[in-house]
């Protein structure tokens, strides 16, 4: 008999979610054969079997929360394998924990009631409620039931704090007087009163709820500003034209604009690298190296696979590491090394036709450059003539806390005179 356990998830992840079982109770497998796939922070990763044999019994179902080391299946010999009876958190659907969470907060006023009687310890999973760990195992050995826990984090993830504080309350008085007639509940926040005008309730994945609370955290936390300028891209449309398929026959990689702005924001950078630093508490940590984030457009969310010693590397080896990146966000195939210590990102919205916007650092990097849709716009060359130039807004977020105005407008016309310019990349990025 062998048991399948969540595998260790990679450096500060201590639990993920069953995404989808491939095998069911009673199917043989071989050793290496894939089993279930698991849902994280940041990538999803799938389980396989260490051994041969037949899955006796699966013990988490779909949609639930696994710690790290937990036990969710079994692998049996296959002789005398039985189909035991699914546990009932096992068998919840993520809807009908939704409808059990409501029901719980329209019996409120009744609960109340029983407020003064001994609560019994709660099932560690009952799925009521979304947990960490830690918190399960506080609650367990306090004996408070976790759906009267109240949340600060913001998806309503109940934390370890959130226990404590719980349990530091005094207990509520035994009521007076009879509770007063329950009105009829409104109905719950976004769900439709009308029943001709239909909602779809859809929970979010655990990537959509870390994207969710990281983007907050970041306005939180930073104070956040954006500059803006603008580039002429006549001088990079015109390489790329000239040379653009000599570059594909040598390199067999396209000649894209990423690398051209990721040399720019290379050289950006050595002139000004309080962009390429981190707040830790009371101090600076300025990076002396420059690993580049590429924001990428997946089906799950966005995620920001890092291009390392991108100042090292031409402009194939950027091309190529960018491809290869996306490729690999797209086909749900990143490695949690592929997400981990970049110094500066890029996103570009250009590619969806965004003319202008302001992007939200990805903490705890201060500095995020934003590239927009290529767009013919009307410039002035002089005094008595004008022309068409392919123009593109480009937008620095950065944290004010520790990068003034004057470096962050600085850091953009940089990357701007580089752009225009592209033999300074050469030299400089």
């Given at each position: 008999?062998?048991?399948?356990?969540?595998?260790?998830?990679?450096?500060?992840?201590?639990?993920?979610?069953?995404?989808?079982?491939?095998?069911?109770?009673?199917?043989?497998?071989?050793?290496g054969?894939?089993?279930?796939?698991?849902?994280?922070?940041?990538?999803?990763?799938?389980?396989?079997?260490?051994?041969?044999?037949?899955?006796?019994?699966?013990?988490?179902?779909?949609?639930?929360?696994?710690?790290?080391?937990?036990?969710?299946?079994?692998?049996?010999?296959?002789?005398?394998?039985?189909?035991?009876?699914?546990?009932?958190?096992?068998?919840?659907?993520?809807?009908?924990?939704?409808?059990?969470?409501?029901?719980?907060?329209?019996?409120?006023?009744?609960?109340?009631?029983?407020?003064?009687?001994?609560?019994?310890?709660?099932?560690?999973?009952?799925?009521?409620?979304?947990?960490?760990?830690?918190?399960?195992?506080?609650?367990?050995?306090?004996?408070?039931?976790?759906?009267?826990?109240?949340?600060?984090?913001?998806?309503?993830?109940?934390?370890?704090?959130?226990?404590?504080?719980?349990?530091?309350?005094?207990?509520?008085?035994?009521?007076?007087?009879?509770?007063?007639?329950?009105?009829?509940?409104?109905?719950?926040s976004?769900?439709?009163?009308?029943?001709?005008?239909?909602?779809?309730?859809?929970?979010?994945?655990?990537?959509?709820?870390?994207?969710?609370?990281?983007?907050?955290?970041?306005?939180?936390?930073?104070?956040?500003?954006?500059?803006?300028?603008?580039?002429?891209?006549?001088?990079?449309?015109?390489?790329?034209?000239?040379?653009?398929?000599?570059?594909?026959?040598k390199?067999d990689?396209?000649?894209?604009?990423?690398?051209?702005f990721?040399?720019?924001?290379v050289?950006?950078?050595?002139?000004?690298?309080?962009?390429?630093?981190?707040?830790?508490?009371?101090?600076?940590?300025?990076?002396?190296?420059?690993?580049?984030?590429?924001?990428v457009?997946?089906?799950?969310?966005?995620?920001v696979?890092?291009?390392?010693d991108?100042?090292?590397?031409?402009?194939?080896?950027?091309e190529?590491?960018?491809g290869?990146?996306?490729?690999?966000?797209?086909?749900?195939?990143l490695?949690l090394?592929?997400?981990q210590?970049?110094?500066?990102?890029?996103?570009?919205?250009?590619?969806?036709?965004?003319?202008?916007?302001?992007?939200?650092?990805?903490?705890?990097q201060?500095?995020?450059?934003?590239?927009h849709?290529?767009?013919?716009?009307?410039?002035?060359?002089?005094?008595?003539?004008?022309?068409?130039?392919?123009?593109m807004?480009?937008?620095?977020?950065?944290?004010?806390?520790?990068?003034?105005?004057?470096?962050a407008?600085?850091?953009?016309?940089?990357?701007?005179?580089?752009?225009?310019?592209?033999?300074?990349?050469?030299?400089?990025?």
């Open positions: 008999m062998a048991e399948i356990k969540v595998p260790d998830l990679g450096e500060s992840i201590s639990e993920g979610t069953l995404h989808k079982w491939l095998v069911k109770v009673g199917d043989t497998v071989g050793q054969d894939l089993l279930a796939e698991l849902e994280t922070d940041k990538v999803n990763l799938e389980i396989s079997a260490e051994e041969s044999g037949v899955i006796e019994s699966i013990l988490r179902g779909e949609g639930e929360n696994v710690a790290v080391g937990e036990v969710i299946a079994v692998i049996g010999s296959g002789a005398g394998a039985s189909i035991p009876a699914p546990a009932p958190a096992a068998q919840a659907a993520p809807a009908a924990e939704a409808e059990a969470t409501a029901a719980e907060k329209e019996s409120a006023p009744a609960a109340a009631l029983a407020a003064s009687a001994p609560v019994p310890a709660p099932a560690a999973d009952s799925g009521a409620y979304h947990a960490s760990p830690a918190a399960r195992k506080l609650a367990r050995e306090k004996g408070i039931d976790l759906n009267g826990v109240s949340a600060r984090d913001p998806i309503g993830r109940i934390q370890h704090d959130d226990v404590q504080a719980n349990a530091a309350r005094p207990a509520a008085a035994p009521a007076a007087a009879p509770a007063a007639p329950a009105k009829p509940a409104a109905p719950a976004g769900e439709a009163a009308d029943p001709a005008k239909p909602i779809e309730r859809q929970r979010m994945s655990r990537r959509r709820q870390t994207i969710a609370t990281r983007l907050v955290e970041a306005q939180q936390t930073a104070a956040m500003l954006t500059t803006f300028n603008e580039v002429d891209m006549t001088a990079i449309l015109d390489i790329r034209k000239r040379r653009k398929d000599a570059f594909k026959e390199h990689v396209g000649l894209g604009f990423m690398s051209f990721t040399k720019a924001v050289g950006a950078l050595k002139a000004y690298p309080l962009l390429n630093a981190e707040i830790d508490g009371q101090d600076i940590l300025v990076k002396k190296f420059y690993d580049i984030g590429i924001a457009a997946a089906k799950e969310g966005l995620v696979p890092v291009v390392r991108a100042d090292r590397l031409s402009f194939a080896e950027i190529r590491s960018i290869e990146l996306a490729s690999k966000a797209r086909s749900n195939s490695a090394s592929d997400l210590g970049g110094s500066f990102t890029i996103t570009n919205g250009g590619v969806f036709g965004s003319l202008l916007s302001t992007p939200i650092l990805n903490a705890p201060v500095g995020i450059l934003g590239m849709k290529i767009q013919l716009r009307p410039v002035a060359i002089d005094e008595e003539r004008s022309e068409n130039r392919p123009m807004y480009i937008a620095l977020s950065y944290d004010h806390r520790i990068v003034d105005g004057a470096e407008v600085g850091f953009l016309v940089k990357v701007k005179e580089m752009l225009e310019d592209p033999e300074t990349l050469l030299l400089e990025g």
